[in-house]
Antibody, heavy 113, light 111 residues
Framework: EVQLVESGGGLVQPGASLKLSCVAS????????MSWVRQTPGKTMEWIGD????????NYAPSLKNRFTISRDNAKSTLYLQMSNVRSEDTATYYC??????WGQGVMVTVSS | DIVMTQGALPNPVPSGESASITCQSS???????????LNWYLQRPGQSPQLLIY???TRASGVSDRFSGSGSGTDFTLKISSVEAEDVGVYYC????????FGAGTKLELK
């Protein structure tokens, strides 16, 4: 069974950095592109970006590419999202996805002083 | 950016009735390969989004045949025949022709 489990969220101050993780199981992680998607408290969905199966290529939403970095460790079957200089508008639930079919349960990030 | 605009439903929808959700894209999602780069999702309360339809009209694995997708290059419809309690939630369309963008969502409530 495919499972995606995100972690690393919580309350963070504006301007700080935060790194989210997504541990994958039930499939060969190194065979698949992986993505991050977020959903704001108002339920707006936003694609953040994705990463090639070997980690050699990434794509980002233009509005986020300067602050967010996606990486992966195939040996650990883990996907990462490094968020820097966070803002209040980054408050959201963050999901990792495989293709568009498999989604994690999401992890909440709240940016507030 | 490709902007996705979703229509509203005349909520609440009576159980057993059909419901159609519309979605319009600001650019044609029909690729030269003949595929239309549009997905539909359902997000039930408290859950992650669930893929219902991909390539505009192909049902995802395990999805009820009460769900069907149709459309052209810029105008799309998700039809739910005989609405049931488990269909309650928010429906999203999403394009992935260019960097992916989502519609604002359409809420379905049951009568």
């Amino acid at each position: 069974e495919v499972q995606l489990v995100e972690s690393g969220g919580g309350l963070v101050q504006p301007g700080a950095s935060l790194k989210l993780s997504c541990v994958a199981s039930g499939f060969t992680f190194s065979d698949y592109w992986m993505s991050w998607v977020r959903q704001t408290p108002g339920k707006t969905m936003e694609w953040i970006g994705d990463i090639k199966y070997d980690g050699s290529y990434t794509n980002y939403a233009p509005s986020l590419k300067n602050r967010f970095t996606i990486s992966r460790d195939n040996a650990k079957s883990t996907l990462y999202l490094q968020m820097s200089n966070v803002r209040s508008e980054d408050t959201a639930t963050y999901y990792c996805t495989r293709g568009w079919y498999y989604w994690g349960q999401g992890v909440m990030v709240t940016v507030s002083s | 950016d490709i902007v996705m605009t979703q229509g509203a439903l005349p909520n609440p929808v009576p159980s057993g009735e059909s419901a159609s959700i519309t979605c319009q894209s600001s650019k044609s999602l029909l690729h030269s390969n003949g595929k239309t780069y549009l997905n539909w999702y359902l997000q039930r309360p408290g859950q992650s989004p669930q893929l219902l339809i991909y390539w505009m009209s192909t049902r995802a694995s395990g999805v009820s045949d009460r769900f069907s997708g149709s459309g052209s290059g810029t105008d799309f419809t998700l039809k739910i025949s005989s609405v049931e309690a488990e269909d309650v939630g928010v429906y999203y369309c999403q394009q992935f022709l260019e960097y992916p963008t989502f519609g604002a969502g359409t809420k379905l409530e049951l009568k």
